[in-house]
């Protein structure tokens, strides 16, 4: 299933309490998102991986339309095992 790997226990109660952050989660789910996971208690929600063809400036626009929720970019920072740190 979509996501299994990755658990937070708070998402359940706080769904419960707060319906609209299921809906949130659900909407980003819904862009294509595989994984996406409310960070702690609620003050935020992660999705790992990127659609093929999500559109950016529409997927913000929605989110603020929405939610009232800003959209903040990531990534990771890849480098080999013995090239950590270049002084």
């Given at each position: ?45 992660f999705a790992l991986g ?38």
């Open positions: 299933g979509r996501g299994e790997a990755f658990v937070n226990d708070l998402e359940v109660p706080s769904f419960e309490l707060v319906p609209l952050l299921g809906e949130l989660k659900d909407a980003i789910r819904g862009t294509g998102f595989e994984n996406v996971l409310m960070s702690g208690s609620g003050t935020s929600f990127i659609p093929a063809d999500l559109d950016w400036a529409r997927f913000e626009d929605d989110m603020k339309e929405r939610f009232d929720a800003r959209v903040f970019r990531a990534s990771f920072i890849n480098r080999d095992e013995d090239k950590w740190y270049f002084e």
